[in-house]
T-cell receptor, first 113, second 109 residues
């Protein structure tokens, strides 16, 4: 199965620490998306890439968040100086076409103590 | 983004049809109606989408009202594996899916 993969699946960290998540999209998908989901809510859009270019960022993506997609393949999402409010599921999705079907990974669940 | 209204929760008996409604009265003329579902502890997965005509695929059917202000996702024969949160999402061209809180579907054995 060559679906979207995310690592790690779970992360527990202490407030103030930095964390980094990785997403590997479906190969040949040039669009990659990051979403965040808190308990009881639907996923919320954070940012998206077309190839290596980051084309849109949500206002939810504060200065402590940074996402990269070097070489247009895998992507990383880093959160600096984590806060308890950052605790959530971070979801990655990829797509082949503009406004096409998005294929989601299993997510990384972050708990900030 | 068009606002959607879905029931918070629904229950259905196993092996019976399920009709999941969605109101999207502010939908624009170019928005497709997409449905995704999220099984427990998994990321969302695409179910079906349509513009004006009713659509069928191996997972479900989508019935779209003539005025496009509402739609209904139909699972013809629900199984326990269909227990999930179902999201109705008007979507076109802006690259980001705007999820609401969806409908939590419980299947009763």
């Amino acid at each position: 199965d060559t679906g979207v993969s995310q690592n790690p699946r779970h992360k527990i960290t202490k407030r103030g620490q930095n964390v980094t998540f990785r997403c590997d999209p479906i190969s040949e998908h040039n669009r990659l998306y990051w979403y965040r989901q808190t308990l009881g809510q639907g996923p919320e859009f954070l940012t998206y890439f077309q190839n290596e270019a980051q084309l849109e960022k949500s206002r939810l993506l504060s200065d402590r968040f940074s996402a990269e997609r070097p070489k247009g393949s895998f992507s990383t999402l880093e959160i600096q100086r984590t806060e308890q409010g950052d605790s959530a599921m971070y979801l990655c999705a990829s797509s082949l076409l503009a406004a096409g079907t998005q294929y989601f990974g299993p997510g990384t669940r972050l708990l900030v103590l | 983004d068009a606002k959607t209204t879905q029931p918070n929760s629904m229950e259905s008996n196993e092996e019976e049809p399920v009709h999941l409604p969605c109101n999207h009265s502010t939908i624009s003329g170019t928005d497709y109606i997409h449905w995704y579902r999220q099984l427990p502890s998994q990321g969302p997965e695409y179910v079906i989408h349509g513009l004006t005509s009713n659509v069928n695929n191996r997972m479900a059917s989508l019935a779209i009202a003539e005025d496009r202000k509402s739609s209904t996702l139909i699972l013809h024969r629900a199984t326990l594996r269909d227990a999930a949160v179902y999201y109705c999402i008007p979507y076109f061209g802006n690259e980001k899916l705007t999820f609401g809180t969806g409908t939590r579907l419980t299947i009763i054995p």
